[in-house]
């Protein structure tokens, strides 16, 4: 005994029953053997093209055996459609009914047939149903694979579809599907078919056309369009199987899924896509971030949000980096086409509200060049890898924007560096002021090296000098040491993530790492 599990990944069949209209609205549902032969065929001519030999004894073997069925649960459901016929300059709408079977998520349809195949027949018919991706019309997506009979369902003898001979289902409905002749049957019809009419005489009840071919194999390959030319009401070769179905064929029981439950953790990221007719430079990542907060503040309409402002309910500042970090995000060019919003802290249902809300940013081209804002996703950090070079792991991270200190390098009055033992750099100079950033943004994170690039940032296939971005903010208050900006290189031990920036105005678009990835 053969089996062979079919799974259907859209849910849906779509097939209309041999002998019936479209528009009657009836599904064929088990796929008839008629249908199944001619698909294995056709994964063979597309796909395959060996063993043609091998086909042929395959393709006689299982048409000699009708086919048991194992059905899923499934339900018998319709669209209508009214389609456009065009005849000249006349157009009218039709309607048309595309009925299909809706399958039970995960429920495979089984079949089997009782007989015994050859190894080189299994294996191409293994190697043939692998190639399926559709059967039926196209968009009937299907996966199917040759099983081992004892992987068979247990199951009992009136729950699986049968010829009406051998039935023993007492409860179930008669149905009619279109089978292949068995192959001797049809090389005697056939030849009978083909031979010529005495002379003088009509061919009584002969069809019009080209010889039928002689087996069963070539009858499976004539073309719908032909066999109806020739005046054929069903395809040569084939013939009417009576199958006994289970009554509940099409009753499907409603699914009882539990109600998710309400998340309990705050989102913290929040990403943007931007579209302009200028779109921003990412040396305009500071001023855009303004631009953004203040947006987002608008939006607020009035309620507090220490997670977008970085003050609390009383106007007091926030301890700590757990608000919001505008992150810019560009392309190869250097143009900004993401802003990323990450507040550890997470966005309250005010906040939320605010970041769905905002839709535009103005521009600082000129009137009307607003920037075109769209709300992309919410989440947690996990959810944007590797959406976001920020939350994406990484050994090696170098600057993006520069890392403007807020402190002063030290020195003694006779000029000689004042050196941190703990790590050997001068205090206070940018590599030492940004681990100092570093230790206290991400205790936890411990780099092993540090080293400044220059100050020139690579930016994709551009090379920006640190003094074409901006570093002074418009807006709101900051200390700073050095105004001019570097370009540094982080190096870990362990792949990390930096969602956040470092230095002078690190919460509006400065002092951004991207990562180095392999």
């Not at 200190?405 to 001068?426: C, E, F, M, S, Y």
Request: proline letters at 9%.
């Amino acid at each position: 005994m053969i089996a062979i599990k079919i799974t259907f990944p859209a849910g849906r069949w779509h097939a209309t029953a041999w002998g019936t209209h479209v528009n009657e609205g009836v599904p064929e549902w088990p796929p008839c053997p008629w249908r199944l032969l001619r698909a294995l065929l056709a994964a063979w001519f597309w796909k395959d093209r060996r063993d043609e030999a091998i086909l042929r004894s395959l393709v006689e073997k299982l048409a000699a055996v009708a086919p048991d069925y194992l059905l899923p649960e499934a339900a018998s459901a319709h669209t209508r459609h009214y389609m456009p016929v065009v005849e000249g300059k006349k157009e009218t709408k039709t309607k048309i009914f595309d009925t299909f079977v809706h399958v039970s998520e995960g429920q495979p349809l089984w079949i089997r047939w009782d007989l015994e195949l050859s190894d080189a027949e299994q294996t191409l018919l293994a190697r043939l149903l692998a190639s399926f991706s559709y059967l039926g019309r196209a968009e009937s997506l299907v996966e199917a694979a040759l099983i081992p009979a004892k992987a068979l369902p247990l199951r009992r003898v009136s729950e699986w579809t049968r010829p009406a001979e051998i039935s023993t289902a007492e409860a179930g409905e008669p149905i009619r599907l279109l089978a292949p002749q068995p192959p001797d049957a049809y090389a005697a019809w056939a030849a009978s078919q083909n031979e010529p009419a005495s002379a003088g005489k009509k061919a009584k009840g002969k069809k019009k056309g080209a010889t039928l071919p002689t087996t069963l194999h070539d009858a499976l390959q004539l073309d719908t369009a032909d066999w109806k030319k020739d005046g054929w009401n069903l395809p040569p070769g084939s013939r009417w199987l009576d199958y006994v179905r289970p009554r509940d064929a099409f009753k499907i029981a409603p699914a009882s899924r539990p109600r998710a439950a309400r998340p309990t953790a705050l989102p913290t990221v929040a990403r943007f896509a931007l579209t302009a007719k200028v779109p921003p430079g990412i040396t305009q990542s500071l001023s855009l971030a303004e631009r953004f907060h203040q947006a987002l503040c608008k939006h607020l309409d009035g309620v507090a949000s220490p997670a977008l402002t970085g003050v609390d309910e009383s106007g007091r500042p926030l301890v700590g980096n757990a608000h919001a970090y505008f992150l810019p995000e560009c392309d190869h060019h250097g143009y900004v086409t993401h802003v990323t919003v990450h507040a550890p802290c997470g966005f309250s249902a005010a906040d939320s509200r605010a970041l769905s809300r905002l839709r535009k940013v103005w521009s600082i081209e000129g009137k009307g060049a607003e920037i075109d804002v769209i709300l992309l996703a919410t989440g947690q950090a996990s959810d944007f890898n590797p959406a976001s070079p920020y939350f994406r792991p990484s050994r090696v991270w170098r600057s993006l924007t520069p890392f403007v200190p807020v402190r002063h390098a030290k020195a003694t009055r006779t000029g000689v560096a004042k050196i941190d033992p703990a790590n050997g750099l001068q205090i206070g100079s940018p590599e030492h002021d940004c681990l100092r950033l570093l230790s206290l943004a991400l205790p936890a994170v411990k780099p092993v090296a540090i080293k400044i690039l220059g100050s020139r940032l690579s930016v994709g296939a551009r090379s920006i000098p640190a003094l074409d971005y901006q570093r002074q903010r418009r807006h709101g208050g900051g200390t700073r040491g050095d105004h001019r900006g570097f370009a540094l290189e982080l190096q870990f031990a362990q792949p990390t993530a930096l969602p956040l920036g470092l230095g002078y105005a690190a919460h509006f678009g400065l002092g951004l790492f991207t990562p180095v990835l392999p």
